[in-house]
């Protein structure tokens, strides 16, 4: 059974630094393309950065430079890395792992629950 969850959320101020995990069963994530997601309020669901089976990061510009992605193998476990934190940041977060397959029918991919980062004063 595959499961992503995350953790490590909670009521931070502006400026602030948090650590966000996604701990991963049932698949291997340096097998998978890992991406972070967040969904503000109000808002939709929105793309944070990736992290490839070879490990190189990509991020949004909104938060690169502030935020970091890494991967723990012994773990098999993601994190997010949020420094410099801003009320901007305010959102439902989100872990997802994904497999693309020879055709787009085998493409499938797993969310996590999301974990709730507020960032105010």
């Known amino acids: 059974q595959v499961q992503l969850v995350e953790s490590g959320g909670g009521l931070v101020q502006p400026g602030g630094s948090l650590r966000l995990s996604c701990a991963a069963s049932g698949i291997i994530i340096s097998s998978y393309y890992m991406t972070w997601y967040r969904q503000p309020p109000g808002k939709q669901r929105e793309l944070v950065g990736s992290l490839t089976s070879g490990g190189s990061a990509n991020y949004v510009d909104s938060v690169k430079g502030r935020f970091t992605i890494s991967r723990d193998d012994a773990k098999n476990t993601m994190y997010l890395q949020m420094n410099a934190l801003k009320a901007e940041d305010t959102a439902v977060y989100y872990c997802?792992?994904?497999?693309?397959?020879?055709?787009?029918?085998?493409?499938?991919?797993?969310w996590g629950q999301g974990t709730q980062v507020t960032v105010s004063s």
């Open positions: 997802n792992a994904a497999h693309f397959g020879w055709a787009p029918t085998q493409d499938y991919q797993y």
